[in-house]
Nanobody, 123 residues
Framework: QVQLVESGGGLVQAGGSLRLSCAAS????????MGWFRQAPGKEREFVSA????????YYADSVKARFTISRDNAKNTIYLQMNSLKPEDTAVYYC????????????????WGQGTQVTVSS
């Protein structure tokens, strides 16, 4: 059974907004950390944002601070990434992940990964 399923990606004009969702199984959602990563063609995977189970702690890559907001709805076993003021540089496949440490920017400690959802920002 797929444990992480992303949705909400699509094509948007620069300056626009998208909200990504990641639905998880209850077991996976209980992980200490849930996060978002992205990977553009020809580039390495990049950390975007992460949130602790309680929601008390959040992390953002410098490139998305003040533009993206991560949140969670524990009743729905879902995390979200609200993306505003999108730039062409944000174009990538966005992956949802679950693991033990929201401060793991490399993603090496994350245990579960979704299939990804494409975000394309046009100029």
């Amino acid at each position: 059974q797929v444990q992480l399923v992303e949705s909400g990606g699509g094509l948007v004009q620069a300056g626009g907004s998208l909200r990504l969702s990641c639905a998880a199984s209850e077991r996976t959602f209980s992980s200490a950390a849930m996060g978002w990563f992205r990977q553009a063609p020809g580039k390495e995977r990049e950390f975007v944002s992460a949130i602790s189970w309680s929601g008390r702690t959040t992390y953002y890559a410098d490139s998305v601070k003040a533009r993206f907001t991560i949140s969670r709805d524990n009743a729905k076993n879902t995390i979200y990434l609200q993306m505003n003021s999108l730039k062409p540089e944000d174009t990538a496949v966005y992956y949802c992940a679950a693991g033990p440490d929201p401060g793991d920017y490399s993603g090496s400690r994350y245990l579960y990964w979704g299939q990804g959802t494409q975000v394309t920002v046009s100029s």
